[in-house]
């Protein structure tokens, strides 16, 4: 049997970013698992997030030592996690393909590199920057006319009506969030579109087509397996960002959102925003409650990208000729 | 018969063209939008602390430069760069090469699962197991090694796509020449792939120069410029000025905070106009692109 | 080969970019000198600023000493001053009894005295100083009191033409000090707060419909300049910043049934008043203090260290910054104090806390 070394080391790096994952996956097991075991299933269902007195001596409860009235519950966040990272998509994914084609065919090769470049710099952006744009400039927008717009508008939806509040909200967090995976996707379709080969343009315009058709029916089809999986890391981004939403957000704490306007916590920025108090819950239980979050996350991000594959058939189907 | 050639589905073809044109420009413009309005608050936010003085001193205090927080998010994101292009780059042509057994897909779906991972579950991980639990305290190789775990699926993906979009008529002559594997993929798929290795790898630098909260619990923070140590040694990074400063009731604070997230954005776009005009000069041109 | 062509520029890149650092290290190393001892501050966002202005102060009358800070909050700060990472941990809340227990070595040193107040924004009502009971403020963040004219709060405003409008009680969505002093403040002065959601530097708040969570000092000022009608507890290191958004700065009641504004001297009064009280490892909360002119939102900024540092070195370089940082004439005095208007230490406290530094070593 034939020795392959260079394949062989090929496989031994690229198991470096599974065994990445796992070791995070098994640190957030074990040092969860009293937490775990503390919460039970009510963890997911409960929406009230109780520290407990941290001031009183723990007791033991449940088999475990935590404080006076700890109960964690975080319906709310994963509400909160899943409707802006929905939003977000639904914007950013049709955004990110007029840019991409706007980019790819729409301009000279001058243009296109300095233009390129605006896209570019929405990844360059970093979240804590987002953020202080977002209550800067996006919040007072949203309360005092994008707000108002959509009401008028889409008011008939119940989503869309209500109160619009000062501005801070599930509208502010997913606009941010869809800015920031606006880049990701848009440079993968441009690529990918700049790659199409020449014959299966020129065979559409031969047909007759106009430029816009020869892009719609003869390029976009092409490149559908290196959109669904730009959409998967920009899913990911999305799950994942912190800071931003922080920002934005508008921190709900122990309620669901009424309407769009509506304040909402993600999971991500939860983590981020209780880290702090948690390490001055001396039976660790706080800490080890937010390991659960993470996990938790984790399992989400499974269970959407599982989704996402089966609703789109296989993961990456790009033709090459 | 009737003529194929009918003049009113020919203009309503027509009006649908422009409208998708339209929509391609109307997006661009709704992105540019507000990146012009970012770049304008942190320019005029930051404008008071802009001066020569950032880059030739240290942050002292309140106010002061930036020396050392420029130097040490260079220092941060060379060092992810340094675990996670190489790696990062490998894993993609493996996936795109040699992925389509079950493996493959395992790891290709076990490294989009990594993006979903909140920059600070990565920053908390890496303060138990390697700030506290290796003892390396506060230090570069932690926080490179946090970025580069940030940043890897990032360069793996795209590196793979590119990949994929080498013909495999290409690949295919280069076999049939007598090549080796190892020389058919790194010396005729590799040359026409790295435009779009160098789009992931510009992604990455971009993502790792911004992030804060994992660099907090690893890098900890330092108002001095790195004195060479792995580990055992705090450093400073941009992006920590912007997060902290502007928490402080101090206007020389705030404004150092919008200099510092000027600079970040200056420095990502250098970066990316740099290695752009490095790869156009070296990459070879193939038939049909523009 | 290509492969060659694209390998050499961006070798020549990277080795000139390292020569590049090499260089700028070099510019900016401090001369090695044996006795270079680093001194890591971390926690509370709170002393932070005052932390960042004594860090160049110090380091001019001692410049072998190099001091790094960070604000990451409370709890980071006593975590870390536990696991050794930091020196220096900065919290605005002291160690409850069960960590103490756990940590039998940490000190808890005050520092400083810091203070809170309450704002709100009433479009043409921001300039007459309402009186708020803590009673009042629970009911608010409760959902008890929902409109700004309910009798509870018109009540002890005789007169004051108060809107018929929805109330937007903001909170911190980190954890943080503020939130500590705050909630101890509806605590002790609300019995049924205290039964049903206590404090901390974060607690689970109530559901008030429309309530905003914001992030940091600054967050909180933003939201209230922003929304109208709303109400919120900001660090009294941010006086400045609360008076350029021209918000309102409510009176609040204290234990003697007065109403008062955070002033140097009402501070000083609510500390005097607990200063005799302070035990010897300073633990106390300094929350509703009686008299009849004590401001009721007041706290000590603590130092969390431990009373041994890994070599004599460490352990004198600390104790030498911390009895700075408490000196009257060095640390503690006004000019420092007044940008970000905290208040010194009564003398009798900083006594005790300088017994507490002589125990560090």
């Known amino acids: 049997m034939k020795l392959r070394p260079f394949r062989i080391a090929l496989v031994l790096i690229t198991s470096l970013i599974p065994l990445a994952l796992i070791a995070i996956l098994v640190f957030l097991g074990q040092y969860s698992w009293s937490a775990i075991t503390f919460n039970g299933w009510h963890f997911l269902y409960g929406h009230i997030w109780n520290l407990g007195n941290l001031y009183a001596d723990p007791i033991m409860q449940r088999g475990q030592l935590a404080p006076i009235g700890a109960n964690y519950g975080i319906l709310v966040f994963i509400v909160g996690t899943l409707l802006t990272s929905a939003i977000a998509l639904l914007l950013a994914v049709p955004i990110s393909i007029g840019v991409a084609v706007f980019l790819a065919e729409g301009l000279g090769s001058n243009l296109r590199t300095i233009l390129s470049f605006v896209v570019e710099l929405l990844a360059a952006v970093p979240s804590v920057v987002y953020g202080l744009w977002g209550y800067a400039v996006l919040t007072p927008l949203i309360a005092h006319s994008i707000g108002p717009d959509l009401r008028s508008t889409l008011g008939f939806l119940p989503f869309f009506a209500g109160p619009i509040g000062s501005g801070y909200g599930l509208l502010a967090a997913s606009l941010v969030l869809a800015l920031m995976v606006v880049p990701i996707i848009a440079a993968t379709v441009r690529d990918a579109l700049s790659q199409v080969p020449l014959e299966t343009k020129e065979a559409a315009y031969a047909l007759g087509a106009t430029h816009f058709e020869v892009v719609r029916r003869a390029m976009l089809p092409t490149v559908r397996g290196n959109i669904i999986g730009a959409c998967i890391l920009g899913l990911g981004r999305a799950l994942g960002e912190t800071m931003a939403v922080l920002m934005v957000s508008g921190g709900a704490l122990n309620y669901f959102p009424g309407n769009i306007y509506s304040p909402i916590s993600t999971m991500a920025s939860f983590i981020v925003s209780q880290l702090d108090s948690a390490m001055q819950d001396p039976t660790g239980m706080a800490v080890r409650s937010l390991a659960e979050i993470a996990l938790i996350l984790f399992i989400i991000a499974v269970i959407t990208n599982i989704i996402a594959r089966l609703l789109t058939g296989t993961s990456r189907n790009v033709s090459s000729v | 018969m009737s003529p194929p050639f009918k003049p009113s589905r020919m203009a309503r073809r027509k009006w649908l063209s422009g409208a998708g044109w339209a929509f391609a420009a109307g997006s661009f413009l709704l992105v540019a939008a507000p990146l012009l309005s970012i770049l304008y608050t942190v320019f005029r936010k930051g404008l008071s602390a802009l001066s020569l003085n950032l880059f030739t001193h240290v942050t002292n205090g309140i106010s002061g430069g930036l020396l050392n927080a420029i130097t040490g998010t260079l220092v941060l994101v060379s060092g992810a760069l340094l675990f996670a292009a190489p790696v990062g780059i490998l894993a993609g042509i493996y996936l795109s090469e040699f992925g389509r057994s079950r493996y493959g897909q395992v790891v290709r779906f076990l490294d989009d699962v990594l993006t979903g991972v909140p920059s600070i579950v990565l920053g908390y991980f890496s303060y138990v197991t390697l700030v506290i639990g290796l003892g390396w305290q506060f230090s570069v190789l932690a926080g490179s090694i946090t970025l580069a775990i940030m940043v890897v699926p990032y360069i793996a993906r795209f590196t793979e796509i590119a990949f994929l979009q080498v013909p495999n008529s290409l690949r295919e002559a280069g076999y049939a020449l007598g090549l080796h594997e190892r020389t058919v993929i790194t010396r005729i798929a590799l040359p026409l792939a790295l435009p779009g290795i160098m789009t992931g790898v510009l992604l990455a630098i971009a993502i790792a120069l911004g992030e804060t909260a994992p660099l907090i619990y690893t890098a900890g923070w330092s108002n001095f410029l790195w004195n060479g140590r792995l580990i055992h040694e705090p450093i400073g990074y941009l992006t920590y000025v912007i997060w902290s400063f502007i928490n402080q009731p101090f206007s020389s604070a705030h404004a150092l905070a919008f200099a510092a997230a000027f600079i970040v954005i200056l420095m990502v776009l250098v970066i990316n106009v740099g290695l752009t005009i490095l790869v156009k000069r070296t990459r070879p041109r193939r038939p049909g692109q523009r | 080969m290509s492969k060659q062509k694209t390998a050499y520029p961006v070798r020549t890149a990277l080795v000139a970019s390292a020569l590049t650092l090499a260089v700028a290290g070099s510019f900016g190393a401090a001369p090695a000198s044996a006795r270079t001892i680093n001194i890591m501050e971390t926690g509370s966002s709170l002393l932070y600023p005052l932390f960042n202005i004594w860090v160049p102060a110090y380091t001019h009358s001692h410049p072998n000493v190099r001091i790094n800070t960070q604000s990451t909050g409370s709890g980071t700060g006593i975590s870390e001053a536990v696991s050794g990472i930091a020196q220096i941990g900065a919290s605005d809340a002291y160690m409850s009894n069960t960590q103490i227990r756990q940590n039998p070595n940490i000190l808890n040193i005050p520092l400083a005295i810091s203070a809170q107040t309450v704002n709100y924004n009433i479009p043409g009502l921001n300039d007459l100083h309402l009186k708020l009971s803590g009673p009042v403020l629970a009911g608010i963040y409760d959902n008890q009191i929902q409109y700004w004219n309910a009798p509870a709060i018109q009540h002890l405003n005789p007169g004051v033409p108060l809107p018929h409008h929805r109330i937007t009680p903001i909170h911190r969505t980190d954890g943080s000090g503020d939130t500590f002093i705050f909630t101890q ?145 060095e640390g503690n005095a006004e000019r420092y104090l007044r940008q970000v208007h905290f208040v010194a230490l009564p003398a009798r406290i900083s006594a005790l806390s300088r017994k507490q530094i002589a125990k560090i070593r």
Do not use: C
């Open chain 3, 185 to 329: 403040y509806l605590s002790f002065s609300t019995p049924y707060w205290n039964s049903h959601v206590a404090y901390g530097t974060t607690v689970s708040w109530p559901a008030v419909p429309g309530s905003l969570g914001a992030l940091g000092n600054p967050g909180m000022v933003q939201s209230v300049a922003q929304t109208p009608y709303s109400i919120a507890y900001i660090g009294v290191s941010f006086a400045n910043e609360v008076k350029d958004a021209h918000l309102g700065t409510a009176r609040l009641e204290n234990r003697a049934g007065h109403f008062m504004l955070p002033t140097k001297a009402t501070i000083m009064a609510a500390a005097a008043r607990l200063g005799s009280k302070t035990p010897a490892d300073e633990r106390i909360s300094l929350i509703f203090a009686p008299g009849a002119h004590s401001y009721p939102i007041i706290n000590y900024e603590y130092a969390i260290v431990s009373d041994h540092q890994k070599d004599a070195e460490m352990g004198t370089a600390v104790r030498e910054l911390l009895t700075w940082t408490i000196n009257r004439h």
